[in-house]
T-cell receptor, first 117, second 118 residues
């Protein structure tokens, strides 16, 4: 069975602070995909990144960066110089490789990030 | 490129009624998935459709059903509504890759249909 754990329920930071959202996963699959989604108050889940299990290279996109460590089954997300617009709930998710039963996303419980002025 | 469109956005029903929710995927996407989001259970997978066939199903009772049409649009239906069915229902579409039938694409979600059961 697959499982995603986001231990941080809620984080509050002051604008311009850096913040890291933790994600730990469990899977028996040797090939899988990891995702991060952002959910603003409107409800839509906004895709941020997809990482393949066979590609451990870290990625940076503007103020966002992701650290994938297969050895510790973690896929952490860092926002540098946070802004009020970053306030949202962030979900980490896991998905198997292939069609059929591998096609569903298993989500963590989410981390609510509040960025204050 | 238009995103995933879900209708209606909000609806209120009473116990025992049924409801149908609609989802139009991104053009060219053939896979449509449905998720239920509640404060207590979080995001849970309902089912996935690909080329009008249900490919995967989550652990929900038979009151929850869905279908997909030839244009990839999808509907989900919940019959005999219960108070616990109150939730945000999210639809997601993806472009299914062709490498060994694998779905290599990320899911793009709509804004959801918020159902309240009284």
């Amino acid at each position: 069975a697959q499982k995603v754990t986001q231990a941080q329920t809620e984080i509050s930071v002051v604008e311009k602070e850096d913040v890291t959202l933790d994600c730990v996963y469990e899977t028996r699959d040797t090939t899988y995909y990891l995702f991060w989604y952002k959910q603003p108050p409107s409800g839509e889940l906004v895709f941020l990144i997809r990482r393949n299990s066979f590609d451990e290279q870290n990625e940076i996109s503007g103020r966002y960066s992701w650290n994938f460590q297969k050895s510790t089954s973690s896929f952490n997300f860092t926002i540098t110089a946070s802004q009020v617009v970053d306030s949202a709930v962030y979900f980490c998710a896991l998905r198997g490789y292939g069609g059929g039963t591998a096609s569903k996303l298993t989500f963590g419980t989410g981390t609510r990030l509040q960025v204050m002025l | 490129k238009a995103g995933v469109t879900q209708t209606p956005r909000y609806l209120i029903k009473t116990r025992g009624q049924q409801v149908t929710l609609s989802c139009s995927p991104i053009s060219g996407h053939r896979s449509v998935s449905w998720y239920q989001q509640t404060p207590g259970q979080g995001l849970q997978f309902l089912f996935e459709y690909f080329s009008e066939t249900q490919r995967n199903k989550g652990n929900f009772p038979g009151r929850f059903s869905g279908r997909q049409f030839s244009n990839s649009r999808s509907e989900m239906n919940v019959s005999t509504l219960e108070l616990g069915d109150s939730a945000l229902y999210l639809c997601a579409s993806s472009f299914t890759g062709t490498v060994a039938g694998s779905n290599t694409g990320e899911l793009f979600f709509g804004e959801g249909s918020r159902l309240t059961v009284l």
